[in-house]
């Protein structure tokens, strides 16, 4: 298993600003990933995020609005920039444990972005 | 297109009765499918996983049935209560075997 510690858990932020969410977990992985999941709606992959390495986007997401760190194997941060209302979101940091023939997603419990 | 759907975005039960939940996904060969349960503020928790080579998997009053044929997955909670309460996302691996994608959950209130 995996124990992520997320944070912060939620937070009410201007438009304009910036929040860094940070996310550490209890062991080393390899790739970390970073969700959004809005209102009623499911997960979808912002990016994944490798030590060393610049972090792979999904469609839809770019670096400079979601810049992301990754300076050692058991932490990462993902900056919500330049934050409009359309922002607010839950956002999810995962790792990933790997069994025989499949793999296992473990999750944070999520930072509740509000933007006004 | 690729997609996965639930059945429905809110369940409403009794208690002791059984909870059926339903996936469907569409142009995904997934070797496996998984079940995650997500209470409010909390990030998904792992449940149940069931091969493409299983028809069936259980756990305590958890039970998953898999048909790759309908492109469908069952996800049945027994003698079920207010505990059970929460949202049950299913997920698959993409078609390059990397990345999850989850389906947009089912919100089940269990009612005493």
């Known amino acids: 298993s995996a124990v992520i510690s997320q944070k912060p858990s939620r937070d009410i932020c201007q438009r304009g600003t910036s929040l860094t969410i940070q996310c550490q977990v209890d062991?080393?992985?390899?790739?970390m990933f970073w969700y959004r999941q809005q209102p009623g709606q499911s997960l979808t992959l912002i990016a994944t995020?490798?030590?060393?390495?610049?972090?792979?986007?999904e469609s839809g997401f770019v670096i400079d609005k979601f810049p992301i760190s990754r300076p050692n194997l058991t932490f990462s941060t993902l900056t919500v920039s330049n934050m409009s209302p359309e922002d607010s979101s839950i956002y999810l940091c995962?790792?990933?444990?790997?069994?025989?023939?499949?793999?296992?997603?473990?999750f944070g419990q999520g930072t509740r972005l509000t933007v006004v | 297109s690729q997609k996965i759907e639930q059945n429905s975005e809110a369940l409403n039960i009794q208690e002791g009765k059984t909870a059926t939940l339903t996936c469907n996904y569409t142009n995904y060969s997934p070797a496996y499918l998984q079940w995650y349960r997500q209470d409010p503020g909390r990030g998904p928790v792992f449940l149940l996983l069931?091969?493409?080579?299983?028809k069936e998997k259980r756990k305590e009053r958890l039970k998953v049935t898999f048909d790759t044929t309908l492109k469908q997955s069952l996800f049945h909670i027994t003698a079920s209560q207010p505990a059970d309460s929460a949202t049950y996302l299913c997920a698959l691996i993409d078609n390059y075997g990397q990345n999850f994608v989850f389906g947009p959950g089912t919100r089940l209130s269990v009612l005493p």
């Open positions: 069931i091969r493409e080579n299983e």
């Open positions: 995962s790792v990933e444990r790997t069994g025989t023939g499949y793999s296992e997603a473990f």
């Open positions: 062991s080393q992985v390899t790739m």
């Open positions: 995020a490798n030590q060393g390495s610049e972090a792979t986007y």
